[in-house]
């Protein structure tokens, strides 16, 4: 980071220095390669010159013995001992090369002994002790030593043969020495060639190691010289040209344009410059930028409300229509009511999704957070996830791992609308195998790893993830629906609680592993045991034929379904249209229960019931209302309403709440 930080803000003239200098001491590199590999060949050189005279001066020994045994002149003795004392001395130098440490000076010495050219004996000494290990000088210096060996026993054989002839022995025992002799030549014959073979091997490959040495060092040069050369051009070309688009843009009216500050030379500052002229160009006409910006995020909401809602409304509609037919039988009748109340359901779940969408970005939405059956609430789900699997070959399971309380303190509504959008989620993208999601203990959280085999997401797509209004696949020949904000729903409601949703691991065609983390909060347990209140515990199923229920509603359509609804149980509704004619008929006569819209003309519900409370009305008032927002829900309550219901109406929740505020009455 230093380096970079330094390149960054040099001045281009430094630049241009620093390659050259750098080209200067990638050249000089690849001078000291070349003088390197020059160097070692010449000691191979050396060394190769040095073993002939080696082998000179032992086959000059053996043939002054010939000649001594031949003329028993003791002159050609003495030059015998001249002839053997150039292997001895290599044979010192190799002893001295040996030591530990080496010493260079008595190496030196019988280098010189054995003849060896004192311009080369550096050479050789350096050769010796740098590639000592490498295969062929190792092998060579075996044989080196073994040559020794054998000179030191042609030594005896020739003093042997001096004391035979100093004696007049026999000619059979001189012959017999004299053959000793040439045994022992023959097999140095031997070894100097496997000397000779082994050191051009090792010539070879060194001839070739250098080569390709040389070879990369001149890469390496030239290869850096044009990456410098065509980096810096490159950089110095593309610094220019941004320089002169932007400018051409700021001349044009778009003062967006952004110049990347890529060094701290002077073509930085001169980016810097435009940039710092274009932001002052662009803030005078921020104001329309900002407006036409968030026209166009309106559209994007718009369309996207628009396809999201009018998909089910069109087969909400189409299958009413064909309702209508005389001539449907009894099970197609079924199966278009069922498609019908499928559809309707999915549109309120589209319609809460963005509701609870747009209290958590308000930050109107808060947390209900009470003691919860964990257990109990996981087995609901489970039930539930299975069902939405329907026929697909998909098997569902929930797995706990170690120890988890039973009781936690939650928002139970909002933990199982999280595991319901990401595992519903799972579902629909798993077409076979399996959706699996386990829950644990991790430090101070609860954590739920949902994993699947589903489609999988890839790395480019995981950019729209937890984005509103966006999926995987925003193509028009998408397979899968859906608005976009279960995932970015999730994750707030999860952050509000503490902890995320995030993706932990996705393969294409693979599947998806979520992890959904929650603050985990454990309720004091008492010792008795809590006992639910029976006086709510009614069956659904019971009869409201004992109720008077006044209906206060200004659309005939929902009176006539709330009323179709709550007549089939027996229960005996009054109608209203508005709030002036709710309150005056609850004036009249006293209901059990009052059912009261809020958005009606003449008067709404917020002011009928108040003067309801103001009358001295004292029986259960419902808001029945499509306003679903939190301060709606306190509005009611403060203008004196008992109960808040939201549409459309789910009658299961609406006859229970009738059922128990009808029997807190009775």
Known sequence: MGIRRFWKYLSVANKLYIVIGVMALLIALELFTLYFAMNSLSSVRAFVAGESMWSKGQKDAVITLHKYARTRDPQFYITFQENVRVPLGDSKARNALEQVPPDT?????????????????????????????????????EIWREGDQMTQELIVMGENLHMLIQKNAPESEIFKALNSVDDLNDRLTVLEASFSYTLGEGSRWLENMLMITLIFAVLIVEGTGLFLTISFSRNLSKGLSELNSAAHEVGEGRFDVQVPVRSGDELGQLAESINLMAHHLSSSIGERQQAEQASQLKSLFLANMSHEIRTPLAAIIGFSDLLKESNLDESERLQYVNIIHRTGEHLTRIINDILDLSKVEAGHLEMQSHPVNLNSLLEDLHILMVARVGDKPVHVEFNRRGIVPDMIRTDPLRLRQILTN????????????????????????????????????????????????????????????????GLVLSRRLAQMMGGDVHLEDSEPGKGCTFIVKISLDIPKIHTQKIVPIKAKEVHLAAQLSSTSILLVDDVEDNRLLIQRMLAKRGANLTLATNGQEGLTKALEKEFDIILMDIQMPVMDGYTATRKLRQAGYSKPIIALTAHAMK?????????????????????ESLIQTILNYSMETT
């Open 105 to 141: 000076a008595k190496a030196k010495e019988g280098l010189l002994q054995g003849k060896v050219h004192p311009d080369d004996i550096p050479g050789v000494i350096s050769l010796v002790l740098r590639f000592h290990d490498f295969k062929h000088v190792k092998k060579a210096i």
């Open 422 to 485: 990401i595992i519903g989620n799972a579902i629909k993208f798993t077409d076979q195998g399996y959706v699996r999601m386990t829950y644990e203990i991790s430090g101070s959280n609860l954590l739920f790893t949902v994993k699947d085999t589903g489609v999988g997401i890839s790395s480019a797509q995981r950019s729209n993830l937890f984005q509103a209004f966006s999926q995987i696949d925003n193509s028009v020949s998408r397979k899968y629906e859906g608005t976009g904000l």
């Open 631 to 651: 301060d709606d829900r306190e509005r009611c309550l403060e203008a004196g309403c008992t109960d808040y219901l939201t549409k459309p109406v789910q009658v």
